[in-house]
């Protein structure tokens, strides 16, 4: 079932660079659903399984594993961490959360001045990321080093929960949601024959994806993503990105492509009759491993379906169940039209 796959995937770390756990449990989860199954030399997962036909293009699906986090580069003498952010992350999420550091998954918590201490000139900014620490409970420098080091990366530590009218709350939905539905459609039997790339490092540029395309050599590439749902309160409507609940959003661009015309159109033409609500980008922004998979070689054909995701790149994501689903029916019903795409 989808959504236990998704909250299996939001609970493990794996932060950019360090996707192992991520990686271990899909590899178990498809691995006896595939023809082959080999991790490449930057870490992406890339999965081949045999359809009903080959079909007229070599045809690949792609998500990425990882997520943001933080990264410890100093330990001060009384025993606190100093860190930097591995991926995009708003600073103002940052302060009083749960964390989790290291392999040894050390609980700690992300700490600030008091607030008693902050002047009227501090109260207006957003706080720099040396200002900030994690505190693990540990007695000295010493004490400290005992269990953390320069490099080990920390990870959100957040509670999955569903509630609300339909919604699931959890952290990496961006884009275990895409790993997620790749998983389950590896399980079914295939009208096409097509390689799945779980890949590494989109967080910090993309880079997973780019080896992996140029190994597997694609014609087409559907990338399956979460992405910035910017639908709150106080935003404008020109802002408002997409909105969770409205169904799978199929981008004609973003910051990183120009999404392929046809493809766009069969997306939009396969939601349509098949009775699955879908949204577009209202507001140009964001980028997928489609920048990356697009520029491979001699050029490759991209299209995306994404979920729309409050509050991405956070320990609190928020997104629709259902629309969840749907992206799973209409990653479906493109890669039974990708036989007799030309």
């Not at 004490?143 to 959100?156: K, L, M, R």
Request: aromatic share 6%; with cysteine; glycine share 8%.
């Amino acid at each position: 079932m989808l959504i236990n796959t998704l909250k299996c995937l939001c609970a493990l770390p794996g932060v950019s660079s360090r996707e192992d756990a991520v990686r271990d449990y899909i590899r178990a989860q498809v691995t006896p659903y595939a023809n082959s199954v080999h991790v490449d030399v930057m870490g992406n997962l890339i999965v081949e399984k045999k359809g009903r036909v080959p079909g007229n293009k070599k045809l690949m699906l792609a998500a990425h594993m990882d997520e943001v986090g933080l990264m410890v580069h100093h330990i001060t003498d009384d025993g606190y961490l100093r860190f930097t952010c591995v991926g995009g992350i708003d600073r103002r999420v940052l302060i009083g959360k749960r964390v989790l550091v290291g392999e040894q998954k050390l609980p700690g918590v992300i700490g600030l001045k008091a607030y008693h201490q902050t002047s009227p000139e501090e109260e207006k900014k957003v706080p720099k990321l040396k200002d900030f620490y994690i505190d693990i409970g540990a007695k000295d420098k010493m004490d400290a080093e005992a269990y953390v080091s320069p490099g080990d990366v920390i990870v959100f530590d957040s509670d999955i929960v569903e509630f609300g009218y339909g919604l699931i709350k959890a952290k990496a939905i961006d884009d275990r949601i895409g790993c997620a539905v790749m998983v389950e459609l590896l399980k079914e039997e295939l009208p096409v024959d097509c390689t799945f790339v779980f890949s590494v490092q989109e967080e910090v540029g993309t880079r997973g994806a780019f080896g992996a395309a140029f190994t597997v050599v694609p014609d087409i590439a559907l990338v399956l993503e979460g992405t910035t749902a910017a639908d709150l309160p106080n935003m404008a409507a020109r802002q408002r990105i997409c909105a969770p609940g409205k169904g799978p959003v199929v981008p004609y661009m973003d910051g990183g492509s120009v999404y392929d015309r046809e493809l766009f159109e069969l997306l939009r033409s396969l939601a349509l009759e098949n009775g699955i609500p879908w949204q577009t980008k209202e507001y140009v922004a964001g980028g997928t491993d489609a920048g990356a998979i697009q520029r491979t070689r001699n050029g490759v054909r991209v299209a995306a379906i994404s979920a729309a995701v409050r509050y991405l790149h956070s320990p609190s994501s928020v997104a629709s169940i259902e629309d969840c689903q749907n992206i799973q029916k209409l990653a479906r019903c493109f890669l039974q039209a990708a036989a007799t795409v030309e």
